[in-house]
C-alpha cells in the first residue's frame, strides 16, 4: 500500500465548476501538508500548504485537511482553462521546509471552456 | 531573484552510461533534494544534500549519488543507467531549519535511456 494515494483522473469539468480533488494517506506521523500544480513540461509549483486540521482558503483556493480520517482535499471554484493542469498532493512528517516530501501520483485536470 | 535552475533540460542516454544532472538553488537557499518523477507518477525522494553531506535518503540504489557544492549547488550522478531511469529529475531547494515554507522546484530534467 502506497503511503499517499490520489485519484488519477483525468478529471474534466466545464469552466466554472467547482472542482474537488482527493488525497488520503496512511502514515499517521504526516504533519504539513501541500497541494502543487504542475503543467506539462515544468516543475511542481506550490499552491497552498497547511500543517492543521481544518480549512485554509486562498483566492479561488480551499485546502481541506482531516487527520482523524486521514484525508486531504483541494477545491477550485470558479475553474478557470488555465487551471488546466496535474495537480500533486504532498506531505512530510515534519513541519521543517527540509523534510523529505511524499507525493501522491497526481490527478490530471482538464477544464472546458 | 532567480528560482531553481536546472541543466540541462533533456538528455539522451543509452543504457550502461553515466549520467550527471546540476542544480543551483533558489537565492538564499542552502539545502537541496533531489526527486525523480516517472511518467504519469508523482515524484519520489531520492535524497537531500546540506553542507555539503548527504542527509537523507530514500529507496534508490547506490547507482545514485551526488554531491553539494560551496555555493551550495548540487549534481546528481547516476551509473550503470538502466531503462527505467528514464524519468524527469527535480531538484527542490530550502533554508534548512526554516519552518512550515515550502521548497522551491526547478523546472527538471527530462532523461530519456535508449
Known amino acids: 500500500q502506497k503511503e499517499v494515494e490520489q485519484d488519477p483522473g483525468p478529471l474534466s469539468v466545464p469552466e466554472g465548476a467547482i472542482v474537488s480533488l482527493n488525497c488520503t494517506y496512511s502514515n499517521s506521523a504526516f504533519q504539513y501538508f501541500m497541494w502543487y500544480r504542475q503543467y506539462s513540461r515544468k516543475g511542481p509549483e506550490l499552491l497552498m500548504y497547511?500543517?492543521?486540521?481544518g480549512n485554509k482558503e486562498d483566492g479561488r483556493f480551499t485546502a481541506q485537511v482531516d487527520k482523524s480520517s486521514k484525508y486531504i482535499s483541494l477545491f477550485i471554484r470558479d475553474s478557470q482553462p488555465s487551471d488546466s493542469a496535474t495537480y500533486l498532493c504532498a506531505m512530510s512528517a515534519e513541519y521543517s521546509s527540509a523534510s523529505k516530501i511524499i507525493f501522491g501520483s497526481g490527478t490530471r485536470l482538464s477544464i472546458r471552456p | 531573484d532567480a528560482g531553481v535552475t536546472q541543466s540541462p533540460t533533456h538528455l539522451i542516454k543509452t543504457r550502461g552510461q553515466q549520467v550527471t544532472l546540476r542544480c543551483s538553488p533558489k537565492s538564499g537557499h542552502d539545502t537541496v533534494s533531489w526527486y525523480q518523477q516517472a511518467l504519469g507518477q508523482g515524484p519520489q525522494f531520492i535524497f537531500q544534500?546540506?553542507?555539503?553531506?548527504?542527509?537523507q535518503r530514500g529507496n534508490f540504489p547506490d547507482r545514485f549519488s551526488g554531491h553539494q557544492f560551496p555555493n551550495y549547488s548540487s549534481e546528481l550522478n547516476v551509473n550503470a543507467l538502466l531503462l527505467g531511469d528514464s524519468a524527469l529529475y527535480l531538484c527542490?531547494?530550502?533554508?534548512?531549519?526554516?519552518?512550515?515554507?515550502?521548497?522551491?522546484f526547478g523546472d527538471g530534467t527530462r532523461l530519456s535511456i535508449l
Open positions: 527542490a531547494s530550502s533554508l534548512a531549519g526554516e519552518i512550515r515554507q515550502p521548497q522551491h
Open positions: 497547511t500543517y492543521s486540521s
Open positions: 544534500y546540506y553542507e555539503e553531506e548527504e542527509r
